[in-house]
């Protein structure tokens, strides 16, 4: 699954590249992206959406009841306050009846968890990609000063995982990090510069913090399309709640998408391409060449190593924390080219996640509480109802909410 940007900021405007999602040889399928973005500095990038390697561990879905309240509503109609997705097909051929529902079908999943009065715009198509391309996405991004959207991620706080995670957010105008430097060295990051004082964020996740009012069909949140060459890959919907072993369920892999549009992206899958490709990415070949620009994104907020130590370096074993790094509630992957081989914008690969990186053949999936708290975490107001927390987070969960009862006390 993949997603490239098009940036959007005061000093520089808008470009786009489309992304491209191949299919790999030998039936393992991998959205391969090759696209741009960063004030015209060229990334590659992977989100693979694959069978699991023979060697992989994985685990079912620890909440069954979860998941099938989360399929009793897929194909539900989006609640009156909830965010509201116009898809437009854009394709030249237009998407049959049953595509169409399973595009239909993932937004109206979204809808049905995320409260945020928000129009989210996105084109869709089938088309004709090119020789071994599955797919591909595109979402808009903007820059944001980090003590503004630190300001703003306090003010939209309504659940016990927001007010946990805005009260552990560094205080002041710049971040402190442990980063990968042009040498591919660690090393802890708190000079002040753009990269520790300004954020990235998709256009569909400033919607939802308030930190813009666009609101444009013609300037889409995000592009979403899918080969022609593939379409009798896909099962468009699902029996039960499953759909046959030889398919891939198109239902799962457009809420994946929709996911990264949604904000659930990292910057460091930035830094694992350029590291080795500084020409494309319009970088010299200084230790220090990702300092001077924006590279993070609300999400890497809450990726820690260890107990108070923020780390959005490459590889490593990073987790998603929403307590300052006390408590790990999922792994994240860790780059493609120098981390674990899966982009950095997912979480692990041993738990069934909607935004781990790969699905396999046969699988139905939607988004899990780790997925839904880390939207929630990067200004989502996600529905209380909307999927019962596993027991796994019972105690992690009761001191969330007792901060944020303490918070509403003061």
């Known amino acids: ?34 696209g741009a973005s960063r004030h015209g500095r060229c990334r590659q990038s992977r989100h693979r959406f694959a069978v699991p390697r023979p060697d992989m561990p994985t685990r079912s879905t620890r909440d069954s009841a979860a998941l099938a ?4 509503l897929v194909a539900a109609a ?14 030249k051929t237009p998407m049959s009846a049953q ?69 552990h957010l560094q205080t002041g105008p710049a971040l402190s990090f442990l980063a990968t430097q042009g040498d591919l060295t660690t090393r802890l990051d708190n000079d002040g510069s753009l990269n520790n004082t300004k954020l990235v964020l998709t256009t569909a996740n400033a919607k ?35 759909v046959p072993g030889n398919k891939t369920d198109f239902i799962t892999v457009a809420e994946h998408e929709i996911g990264h549009a949604l904000g659930f992206v990292s910057g460091v899958d930035d830094i694992d391409f350029c590291i080795d490709n500084s020409a494309q990415c319009g970088l010299g070949n200084t230790v220090g060449r990702f300092e001077n620009a924006p590279w993070y994104t609300p999400l890497d907020l ?16 990073p ?28 979480f692990g690969t041993q738990a069934t996640t909607l935004m781990r990186p790969f699905v396999s053949a046969g699988q139905s999936y939607d988004a899990t509480a780790s997925d839904l708290m880390a939207l ?13 927390e596993p027991k796994v987070y019972a105690l992690l969960l009761s001191g969330l909410a007792a901060i944020g009862w303490l918070r509403r006390r003061r």
């Not at 490239?4 to 786009?16: D, E």
């Not at 992957?333 to 982009?343: E, I, K, L, R, V």
Request: proline content about 4%; charged content about 15%.
């Open 99 to 167: 595509q169409y529902a399973g595009f239909q079908a993932a937004a109206n999943f979204w809808s049905g968890r995320l409260t945020d009065k928000v129009t989210v715009y996105v084109n869709i198509s089938f088309s004709d990609l090119g020789a071994n391309v599955l797919g591909s996405t595109t979402t808009d991004k903007t820059t944001i000063d980090y003590s503004t959207l630190r300001s703003r991620l306090t003010t939209d706080a309504r659940s016990a995982t927001d007010f946990s995670a805005v009260s």
């Open 319 to 346: 987790y998603f924390s929403v307590d300052g790094g006390a408590t790990s509630i999922q792994p994240f992957s860790t780059g493609d080219y120098h981390g674990n081989g899966w982009q950095a914008s997912h």
């Open 69 to 72: 309240l989360a399929l009793a």
């Open 78 to 91: 989006p609640q009156a306050q909830a965010v509201d997705f116009v898809l437009t097909d854009v394709g």
């Open 376 to 388: 929630d975490a990067i200004g989502w107001d996600v529905s209380a109802a909307a999927v019962p």
């Open 1 to 34: 699954m993949c997603a490239t940007s098009r940036r959007s900021s005061a000093s520089s405007g808008p470009s786009s590249t489309p992304a491209w999602a191949c299919l790999r040889p030998g039936g393992k399928e991998q959205l391969q992206l090759r």
């Open 302 to 317: 809450f990726r820690y190593s260890a107990p108070g130590v923020l780390n959005v370096a490459v590889g490593g074993s």
């Open 208 to 242: 939802a913090l308030g930190l813009t009012t666009v609101n444009n069909a013609g300037t889409p949140d995000a592009r979403i399309s899918f080969a022609n060459a593939f379409a009798n890959s896909f099962a468009y919907s699902r029996v039960n709640g499953q």
